[in-house]
């Protein structure tokens, strides 16, 4: 069902193959959600993006609520709006309003900079220590994803000082979601980020043909960072960690 919007279902389409055995899904029509355990994350986490079927989507989370089928402590995506509509049941610890972004094929990227090379293991503490300094940065990072051999950095003086990896990458399917995208605040705006992403985006491309990208719409300098590499915009939603009201 997700792959007839797979832009908009990067995460969904990867995650139903490699989570699988560690999720619980539910379907009524076009409305699906899903709950995941999915690792580097502290809560479980519940899918409900959708394309097609918002108001529909958000009933079936407000059903599940209803029936105890969700748990105590969750972090949602989906519609915009979910927290409202679970009101009754949970109370959102926080909300964040997010854009889905896509690369379509025919966008333009520059061949990779040499400065960029490919994470190992070994690079692990430099990593942490850069997510270190942007709170944003580092969410739902396990060091398992090195192992994709597509976290790419770049390093000043032997500091890794910016990197960029992936959410999620299912080969199989042929989808990839970037994500971890991160600049150390004392390298800012020497265009860092737009090279470590690049060089992703061209690595990604070779291997998987749909590439997306979750952004924070309150974050208009990686908004426009994906737009100056070709992103497109997919769609809106939300993303709430919920716990009892």
């Known amino acids: 069902m997700f792959g007839r919007d797979r832009d908009a279902h990067p995460y969904g389409i990867a995650d139903v193959e490699q989570l699988w055995h560690r999720s619980r899904w539910w379907r009524r029509e076009d409305a699906v959600v899903g709950l995941l355990d999915v690792p580097g994350s502290q809560l ?46 949970y109370r959102a610890r926080w909300t964040r309003d997010y854009l889905k972004m896509a690369l379509p094929p025919a966008a333009m990227i520059p061949a990779p900079d040499p400065r960029v090379r490919t994470l190992a293991p070994t690079d692990l503490p430099g990593l942490h220590a850069l997510y270190d300094t942007d709170a944003a940065a580092g969410d739902f990072f396990h060091p398992g994803l090195l192992a994709t051999g597509c976290y790419l950095g770049v390093e000043v ?10 959410h999620v990458l299912d080969r199989v399917n042929g989808v990839a979601a970037i994500g971890n995208v991160a600049t150390a605040p004392s390298h800012r705006g020497r265009g860092l980020g737009r090279l470590v992403t690049s060089a992703l985006c061209d690595r990604l491309r070779r291997e998987v043909p749909t590439i997306g990208l979750n952004v924070a719409v309150d974050n208009p300098a990686a908004r426009h960072l994906y737009r100056r590499l070709g992103f497109v915009e997919v769609l809106p939603f939300e993303e709430a960690e919920l716990v009892p009201a």
């Open 44 to 89: 479980p986490v519940g899918y409900a993006i959708t394309a097609r079927a918002h108001g529909a989507t958000l009933d079936l989370l407000h059903d599940l609520a209803d029936a105890d089928l969700l748990p105590a402590a969750v972090v949602v995506t989906g519609p915009p709006g979910l927290g409202e509509r679970l009101a009754g049941r």
């Open 157 to 166: 003086a032997g500091e890794l000082v910016a990197s960029a990896g992936v």
